[in-house]
């Protein structure tokens, strides 16, 4: 299996910004993409950005421009950087490993809430 705790979520100022992390253990050597997902209340959870192992990467269009992907893979941990933040990038942010082997593991969520 996959294991994965994210961290840095927190809450900022409209404009503000806010760096998350996710740790992958386990059985990590199959695992071909992360990414990081959100889940507002009242909504469904929806992607924000994905990177394989390769580098490549895919971002939701509300996020374009003011977000960043990025993956340590000596550190099997991927990042995400988040710029100019909106109050409706408020969710809570859930990490996503898809592998091979096991197919998506998910972690905990954090929660992140844009307000003044």
């Known amino acids: 299996q996959v294991q994965l705790v994210e961290s840095g979520g927190g809450l900022v100022q409209p404009g503000g910004s806010l760096r998350l992390s996710c740790a992958a253990s386990?059985?990590?050597?199959?695992?071909?993409?992360m990414g990081w997902y959100r889940q507002a209340p009242g909504k469904e959870r929806e992607l924000v950005a994905t990177i394989t192992t390769g580098g490549s990467t895919n971002y939701a269009e509300s996020v374009k421009g003011r977000f960043t992907i990025s993956r340590e893979n000596d550190k099997n941990t991927v990042n995400l950087q988040m710029n100019s933040l909106k109050p409706e990038d408020t969710a809570v942010y859930y990490c996503?490993?898809?592998?091979?082997?096991?197919?998506?593991?998910w972690g905990q969520g954090t929660q992140v809430t844009v307000s003044s």
């Open positions: 996503e490993a898809r592998s091979y082997q096991f197919g998506p593991s």
């Open positions: 386990g059985s990590i050597g199959s695992i071909y993409r």
